[in-house]
């Protein structure tokens, strides 16, 4: 029996939300999507926690400029707060340098995060995934019974065609999925929607190409101006799983 | 590993089983501590006396007996096997503290010591786990 497990369930008890942001592919945007999810529903009077698992790729804390703050210890980890969310990532620990993590050790890590982290009462946890179907998808679904998803896509067909895979492996495994949010998008082309609702799952909306997006990385002020999160902002009003009802 | 997050997780899997098997009351908890997760064990047991405190009744007296397993690693590359507890004290204050919290951020700050690989395995001495529970 691994102690580890029970107590992870513990420490999200007071988290009425966890919603992971995932898609098939690299570099479509899920940390970029997750990372302003996180920010507006913050500055919109939630209390919000950001978890980057992307332990190969963590990038969260550049998209928000989040530097010089440490969790604390206390009866396990307490994240700091940045911006106003409660921030907790792999870099904290490895620095800027790469881990090199095999499975096993991916799992253990995961694990080892979630156990230690004391999240305390949030409104939304979101969780910046890394991308596809492998262990750290796996884990989340295992170990955070509540999790819900949102899919990331571009309009590209290869985008698409992943996200297929990961909705069809989340339908198999009877994972709660919000719905997708198509990312990048240049054209006033349905394609994206019509794909998605065949397969049943809510379409939640669309981020349009913002090409000053990437000057204004790390400078929250400016981010929260751009056309990206206002795209976000639209996204949140028309979901229900972000309705001020229910959290 | 924090030592308050094993204490808290040792005492909800006793508690759980405790559930499951309808005893009355826990005599015994057998721990096993990969030394990979660097867990004080002075700490660990403070830790579970005060996560202990408020289970009185199921918890009173239970025996707690820990037990540790020395660490080996092992390169996958070039297959040289080398102890844990060596490469731990060629590492700085910060770099040690990081692997508590985390054991396998290992891979980040250890490097095998002949080819300088950091894909290597923890072939002895990694992960906490329960090894039975014994009640009445």
């Known amino acids: ?30 940390s970029s999507v997750a990372s302003l999810l996180a920010l507006i529903l913050s500055k919109s009077g939630k209390r919000v926690g950001l978890l980057d698992l992307d332990f190969c790729g963590p990038s969260t804390h550049v998209i928000l400029g989040i530097r010089n703050v440490y969790p604390k210890e206390e009866r396990g980890i307490c994240p700091p707060t940045a911006h106003g969310l409660k ?53 989340t679904i295992r170990f955070l019974e509540r999790v819900e998803f949102i899919i990331v896509t571009t309009p ?32 006033d082309s349905s394609h994206v929607a019509e794909q998605v609702k065949a397969f049943d799952i809510p379409f939640l909306g669309s981020i349009h190409f913002d090409k000053d997006f990437e000057n204004v990385l790390g400078d929250v002020d400016k981010l929260s101006k751009t056309q990206f999160a206002g795209d976000i902002k639209k996204i949140i009003t028309n979901t229900p799983a972000f309705a001020t009802e229910g959290v | 590993m924090h030592e308050w997050a094993l204490a808290d997780g040792v005492v909800s899997t006793a508690l759980k089983v405790a559930e499951n098997e309808k005893l009355k009351k826990i005599t015994k908890i057998k721990v096993k501590i990969g030394e990979l997760q660097q867990i004080d064990l002075d700490i660990f047991r403070h830790a579970l006396e005060d996560v202990i405190r408020p289970q009185e009744g199921m918890l009173r007296d239970t025996q707690i007996e820990i037990g540790t397993e020395a660490a080996i690693l092992r390169c996958r590359n070039c297959r040289r096997e080398w102890r844990f507890a060596d490469a731990m004290s060629r590492l700085d204050e910060d770099e040690a503290e990081s692997i508590h919290f985390i054991p396998e951020i290992a891979h980040v700050y250890i490097r095998c010591p002949s080819c300088r690989s950091p894909d290597f395995e923890v072939i002895k001495g990694r992960g906490v786990w329960i090894d039975s529970i014994e009640g009445e």
């Open chain 1, 1 to 30: 029996m691994d102690p580890r497990l029970d107590v992870i369930n513990k420490r999200i008890k007071d988290v009425k939300k966890l919603v992971a942001v995932s898609g098939g592919k690299g570099g479509i945007g899920k």
């Open chain 1, 156 to 187: 590209s067909k290869v985008a698409l065609e992943t996200v297929k895979k990961v909705l069809q492996m989340q339908k198999e495994l009877a994972v709660s999925t919000i719905g997708v949010i198509e990312n990048m998008k240049t054209t």
């Open chain 1, 87 to 139: 921030f907790m990532s792999i870099i904290f620990y490895a620095g800027d340098n790469p881990s090199p993590l095999r499975g096993i050790d991916l799992s253990n890590a995961i694990i080892e995060l979630l156990a230690i982290t004391r999240w305390g009462r949030l409104d939304f946890l979101i969780i910046d995934m890394p991308p596809g179907i492998g262990d750290a998808t796996l884990d």
